[in-house]
């Protein structure tokens, strides 16, 4: 009971200072339309890791990684068409995520716990992933 407590208070600690360094930036730098398609598109990560029976977290951060390299190749190649392509990359991450979890056997109930989480469910390795991040 007490690992349970203490992993999720450790985990806030350590996430509220990331959110809080990442996200000074993400305002100053005006990309928040940037920001929320990498974290919608990133459902599509979770789908192929359950579709694949995967890891999630290790899945899920490829997948985020090269839509964040796809964003930043459309933001220096068409900024004139920085926003709508961004809307597209939103739409198609969350595409492929549905697409996957259809396509995967039985009913996936973990896939809304990915979406919004619980604190409570933080391992050991979870800390270590999120220190190392």
Do not use: C
Request: proline fraction near 1%.
């Amino acid at each position: 009971m007490w690992d349970l407590i203490s992993n999720s208070v450790y985990a806030s600690i350590l996430l509220s200072i990331a959110i809080a360094i990442i996200g000074s930036l993400i305002v100053i730098n005006k990309t928040t339309a940037i920001t929320g398609s990498i974290a919608h598109g990133s459902f599509g990560g979770i789908g192929l890791a359950l579709y694949l029976g995967s890891s999630v977290i290790l899945t899920t951060s490829i997948f985020t990684t090269i839509l964040a390299l796809i964003l930043a190749f459309i933001t220096l190649k068409f900024p004139h068409r920085q926003d709508s392509l961004i809307g597209v990359i939103w739409a198609i991450g969350m595409s492929i995520g549905i697409i996957f979890l259809s396509l995967t056997n039985g009913y996936q109930s973990d896939a809304l716990s990915y979406l919004f989480g619980n604190i409570l469910f933080v391992e050991n390795s979870d800390l270590i992933f999120v220190m190392l991040k």
